[in-house]
T-cell receptor
Framework: AQSVTQLGSHVSVSEGALVLLRCNYS??????LFWYVQYPNQGLQLLLK??????LVKGINGFEAEFKKSETSFHLTKPSAHMSDAAEYFCAVSDLRNNDMRFGAGTRLTVKP | GAVVSQHPSWVICKSGTSVKIECRSLDFQATTMFWYRQFPKQSLMLMAT?????????EQGVEKDKFLINHASLTLSTLTVTSAHPEDSSFYICSARVGSGAYEQYFGPGTRLTVT
């Protein structure tokens, strides 16, 4: 069965600092990996996705993530945090065989002025 | 493109009543729709997967008689919470996928259900 583990339920950074949100996956077949952002009382917005093409994936709002098979990781980064980045971030894994998507527990990002 | 809507966005109902939540794909046909439940400060938990014209597949531990799912068309799926109780209060999110060979899901904005 596929699964993802997000290390750190809460990450706090200063505005302008590097954002690093960690995600490790487990999958018996080549995975598709996603990062979503959720603002309070809203649905999920796709930030970026990995689908077995380039290992470095660029998404919206300046975020990017690198797929590292040897480390089974798909960490999300942003060079400079903005106040508007404060939200809940979810890593998710999927594959065509299992036909569904599994989410990590989420990481709440706080950005301090 | 790929917009998914949910209605209502929030609903309050009394214990023992039933509530229906609609999920619509506005600009594409969704062969598969998913229903998730999210408790405060927690992740999304998949409740069921529905394919147009067939019965939904429920995840283990989800009561199919309590959470009725109907996927009557390629653009509409409904979740009915029957005989709702306060513990059913949650944020319900649907998503839709285009085609059986696709992998990406498009999420609705969610429905906040409060049972009093």
């Amino acid at each position: 069965a596929q699964s993802v583990t997000q290390l750190g339920s809460h990450v706090s950074v200063s505005e302008g600092a590097l954002v690093l949100l960690r995600c490790n996956y487990s999958s018996s077949v080549p995975p598709y990996l996603f990062w979503y952002v959720q603002y309070p009382n809203q649905g999920l917005q796709l930030l970026l996705k990995y689908t077995s093409a380039a290992t470095l994936v660029k998404g919206i709002n300046g975020f990017e993530a690198e797929f590292k098979k040897s480390e089974t990781s798909f960490h999300l980064t942003k060079p400079s945090a903005h106040m508007s980045d404060a939200a809940e971030y979810f890593c998710a894994v999927s594959d065509l065989r299992n036909n569904d998507m599994r989410f990590g527990a989420g990481t709440r990002l706080t950005v301090k002025p | 493109g790929a917009v998914v809507s949910q209605h209502p966005s929030w609903v309050i109902c009394k214990s023992g009543t039933s509530v229906k939540i609609e999920c619509r794909s506005l600009d594409f046909q969704a062969t598969t729709m998913f229903w998730y439940r999210q408790f405060p400060k927690q992740s999304l938990m998949l409740m069921a997967t529905s394919n147009e014209g067939s019965k939904a597949t429920y995840e283990q531990g989800v009561e199919k008689d309590k959470f009725l799912i109907n996927h009557a068309s390629l653009t509409l799926s409904t979740l009915t919470v029957t005989s709702a109780h306060p513990e059913d209060s949650s944020f319900y999110i649907c998503s839709a996928r285009v085609g059986s060979g696709a992998y990406e899901q498009y999420f609705g904005p969610g429905t906040r259900l409060t049972v009093t």
